[in-house]
């Protein structure tokens, strides 16, 4: 029959006063202990104290970070100490030996009902919900004192947003580690010299994402979307034959401004050997109002004897431009709009550069080319020479972003980032600061192509993607027996009709497994919270597809119940303030 694990309230609950042997120094340190409602045991006439972790009073948001951080505070105990969390630590406490963190998607504090305005689960905060946690069984594993008027049960925690908008995921946050000043300017030397090209990237690491495409407002390929609609006058690229690697094609177009909008009026497709493929203009069908001729170098005398229609244009382009390739360019999105083309397979300078600012803001191409080719495009009309032709080159342009993504390839996925952006994964870090080993195991994780590619390349016998819960059971127990460390996401999901009860419940039984197997003096900590909320993505979606509508027909088009009014922005703001929070628990078995 299976011994049934001990609690941390359990253990301390047996904790007697057994120090009648022990000296006047020993004796001191077992009040303090038991003060602090720590356990302790005498062993060999030694007094040996249990570590236990409590929760300071933080009047903020806690975020993955602090979670993260009470994992290795809780093994350097001499080092910097945690924002908001803290071990005693004198003589006679055991140090912690081994860490390991759970991400769980249940106990939401929105659907709980947890006020806006707590930043931490206690009795004084939350009577109510502080109330339903003490009855639930998880409460004994975390349990901080015997005193509930002071316990703080759990911290409240806020993801943050991305550059569109969107909340973080948990986990990924967690992956996630930011490097300093200090380590960018050491990264961006060793970019440098860097003969052997130990960074270099493949060009479909680069490839745009089905989902940042539609927040872009790119046309969506019918590859990617079979759902999406070929509106009148639009084409699609053709399949390829599946050639590996794919091919790279740049494309620009300069265009003028008609009674309909914009239309093309050149359009430039260069191959990796800088040929150019197509150089041609474009006769539009619409009345032109503005030819742009400063930016687009085409003017109406330009035109004149011009025959190439767009239906035409889009016929060439397409012989060259098929499944086998990928598209680069910069500003994509208005070039593939202006041609009535869709493509599913496309590189943009604007999105894998960022600006010298960072995100949201959007680089353009001409200070990237200062700034990375060490060269001026774009030069306005009145810096050239006189003769010179006006406007833009577009073949220029197109083998300006095809050499900036050469570039990128050389040196690696993180160059040309801005400084937040630049970021390593949590098991590099440890490897990296020497003394510590980690793992990370997870089911069904939203990771992105970023870090699953660090995690896959440089982390293999220690990063497990499983595809169920079991799994995760499994490997963390597994795993806990040889690295310090273990960072593991529970999906609950593959009985989507689960009640949030039964949820709990479920992860309850795999976390008894995971503690029964847990070695003594193991912090462990706990972050949960809905990783999705079907108001706050329909709100998003509104405004996504309002946006579009906008462009494209105009408000006065628009229906008043498809419209984005300043309620909705409200609405969404407050419903992604309110389900981006989650709870962290935490404690020491």
């Known amino acids: 029959m299976t011994k049934k694990a001990k609690s941390t309230a359990e253990v301390a609950a047996e904790t007697v006063d057994t120090t009648q042997h022990l000296t006047a120094k020993q004796k001191k340190k077992a009040a303090k202990a038991r003060k602090l409602g720590m356990s302790y045991e005498i062993i060999n006439d030694e007094l040996v104290i249990h570590p236990k972790i409590f929760f300071k009073q933080f009047n903020d948001f806690a975020s993955m970070k602090d979670a993260r951080n009470i994992l290795l505070t809780a093994l350097e105990p001499t080092g910097k100490q945690s924002r908001i969390a803290e071990i005693p630590d004198f003589p006679g406490v055991s140090p912690v030996k081994k860490a390991i963190l759970m991400d769980v998607p249940i106990y939401d504090p929105y659907t709980m009902g947890l006020p806006m305005g707590a930043r931490q689960l206690s009795k004084l905060a939350c009577p109510d919900i502080y109330q339903e946690m003490t009855q639930d069984p998880l409460y004994e594993y975390i349990k901080q004192m015997e005193d509930q008027e002071k316990e703080i049960l759990g911290l409240v925690s806020a993801a943050g947003f991305d550059q569109y908008k969107r909340v973080h995921d948990r986990f990924l946050d967690l992956l996630e580690v930011p490097l300093s000043k200090g380590e960018i300017k050491k990264k961006r030397e060793e970019e440098d010299r860097d003969p052997e090209q130990k960074r270099a990237i493949q060009p479909e690491l680069l490839v745009m994402e089905t989902e940042i495409l539609k927040i872009e407002d790119f046309p969506i390929h019918p590859s990617l979307d079979p759902k999406s609609e070929l509106e009148e006058g639009w084409v699609d690229t053709l399949p390829g034959t599946g050639l590996e690697p794919k091919k790279l094609l740049a494309l620009d177009c300069e265009m003028c401004k008609t009674v309909n909008g914009y239309a093309v009026t050149h359009v430039a497709l260069i191959d990796r050997d800088h040929n150019q493929l197509i150089n041609e203009l474009v006769k539009p069908t619409e009345e032109i109002t503005d030819y742009v001729t400063h930016i687009s170098g085409v003017s109406e005398k330009s035109l004149i004897g011009i025959t190439t229609s767009l239906s035409d244009i889009q016929k060439k382009i397409q012989g060259y431009l098929t499944g086998d390739t990928i598209l680069v360019g910069h500003g994509l999105v208005n070039d593939l709009k202006c041609l009535k083309m869709r493509h599913p397979y496309i590189i943009d300078t604007a999105v894998i550069y960022h600006h010298k600012n960072g995100p949201p803001y959007k680089p353009s191409l001409r200070d990237l080319c200062i700034r990375y080719l060490k060269r001026t495009i774009q030069v306005r009309d009145e810096d050239k020479k006189p003769g010179s032709e006006q406007g833009h080159d577009p073949c220029e342009d197109a083998m300006a972003s095809l050499e900036l993504v050469e570039k990128k390839l050389v040196y690696g996925i993180h160059y040309g980032l801005s400084g937040l952006s630049q970021t390593e994964t949590i098991l590099d870090y440890l490897r990296r600061n020497g003394h510590k080993e980690g793992v990370v195991i997870e089911n069904q994780a939203k990771l992105s192509m970023l870090v699953k590619r660090a995690l896959v390349e440089n982390n293999q016998e220690d990063y497990f993607p499983v595809s169920s819960d079991e799994q995760v059971v499994e490997k ?114």
Not at 498 to 526: A, H, N, W
Not at 538 to 557: C, N, P, T
């Open 476 to 589: 963390v127990i597994e795993q806990h027996a040889n690295k310090q460390i273990v960072l593991a996401r529970f999906d609950l999901a593959h009985h989507p009709l689960m009640s949030e009860s039964e949820k709990r419940g479920q992860f309850l039984e795999y976390f008894k497994l995971i503690y029964q197997k847990m070695e003594p003096d193991t912090v462990f900590c706990i972050t949960t919270g809905y990783r999705s909320n079907a108001e706050r993505d329909a709100l998003r979606e509104k405004r996504v597809e309002y946006k579009k509508k906008l462009k494209k027909v105009g408000l006065s088009e628009i229906p008043m119940e498809e419209r984005w009014s300043i309620e909705d922005e409200h609405a969404l703001e407050q419903i992604a303030d309110a389900t981006r929070r989650g709870f962290i628990f935490a404690s020491v078995k």
